[in-house]
């Protein structure tokens, strides 16, 4: 932060080192597009706006809020972005950005590793403890393990898990016994399949994530594995409080700090 006129001033290339320090961009994996998105050329940021994903509602919500920068779990190009064309839903985003000064930055496979990221912040609320990340013994690994207080039902857990994560039990997917016992749980929030293995490897009684594909979910129950499908959305929507509490943390009340009030999950229940 800089010091005029009596202010501190936050400025694009401060927040971007405290970020960094948050959730270093080192950690993102090299698919990823963990960073800025959009960055403008402007003198200090006053408003911040937290969401999961960039959406129009988010985008109209940040406008309204005069902010000056968005921050997005989810980035907004993943592939190579060759061209901007009017009519497309990205091209269509980023020039509504531009014209209204907003900046955006995504932190994604860089907080889900991070000390304090989304599987850290799942694993707390579930009740874990000794946890242990999962590339501390397979690198580049994004996972995380820990430990139920006591040997406890996948039924009991997962009603436990309803409440707590404030999940519509209709959308939860389980694979395998529910009768049986867990004590060691593997989390990996968002689509997380590829961690599966490492999960085992590691002795987890269960795996829980979001998109688990069919014959994911057959080749596991043929294998009388555990898996728990909390769904992309809820595994990971808690992004946006976890980050404000740690940027409140850090700047106090010099700093505007917007949670999203138009996070929503994309799929319905009838």
Known sequence: MRYVGGDFIVTYSEISDVLNQIAPLSLAEDWDNSGFQIL???????????????????????????????????????????????????SDYTIELIKNGISVYSSHTSFDKAEKGTNFYLAKMLGLSDLHFFDEVYEKSIGIYGELPANESVSSFVANMYQTLDIDK??????????????????????????FQISQKLSCDVFITGDLKYHEALCAFEKHKLLIDIGHFDSEKFFVENLAAQLRNIYGERL?????KTMLNPFKTL
């Open 256 to 260: 505007n700090i917007i949670q999203t």
């Open 40 to 90: 403008l050329d402007k003198k200090e940021i006053r408003t911040v706006l937290l969401c999961l994903d960039v959406t129009a509602a988010v985008i109209k919500e940040a406008i309204n809020a005069n902010a000056d920068l968005i921050i997005s779990h989810h980035p907004m190009y993943f592939s190579s972005f060759r061209n901007i064309v009017s009519g497309d839903l990205v």
């Open 170 to 195: 209709h959308t939860v997917r389980i694979i395998g016994d529910t009768d049986a016992k867990i004590l060691k749980v593997g989390i990996c929030t968002g689509a997380g399949m590829s961690e």
